[in-house]
């Protein structure tokens, strides 16, 4: 069969545009993506290049949770205000798990065998992270004395650190202000 001249110009120009129209606003939309979710200037941004194990001996990299607005919380099974605030983390975990928000527990010196039963008894439904040994991570976050939590965008960007323990309340008014755009007057 021969085809005519026109025919397959025609087809290739249809082919062409249907596959520029298909993939131009993907670009687009990556474009705008990239450029929402760089932190402003001038704001400081979250340390994620740490990797530890969970609780059950599984590498686990901070930098695969970002994009993701998250509480990244410093703690101990020793330590009563950690304890208290175990089940507002869980709460909200479950109430803000559609819009992809997370809480990372760093447990700062236990040991897996211990962090496995403790989880399981606090009903801890968020990733339980294994921070002993890792003092230039712990250092740096600041987790000295506990609880120590810090509020991150998905941008990245630190909305708020907290040394020691708040209320339901207050805990879920900040991780609101995670899935908000900045104020012109920063944090």
Known sequence: M???????????VALGLAVTLTVWPLGCAMDEHDEASAPPEGVETANLDYTVKDMNGFDVRLSDFKGRPMIINFWATWC???KH???????LVDKYKAQNFIVLGISVDDKPEDLRPFAAEFKMNYPVLVGLGHDEMQEHYGANPLPVSWFIRADGSVDYKLTGTQSLDWF????????????????
């Open 85 to 91: 605030e175990i089940p507002a983390f869980n709460q």
């Open 172 to 187: 879920e008014g900040r991780v609101k202000r995670l899935f908000e755009p900045r104020t012109a007057e920063g944090q």
């Open 80 to 82: 009563g205000p950690c």
């Open 2 to 12: 021969k085809l005519s001249t026109p025919w397959v110009v025609r087809w290739t």
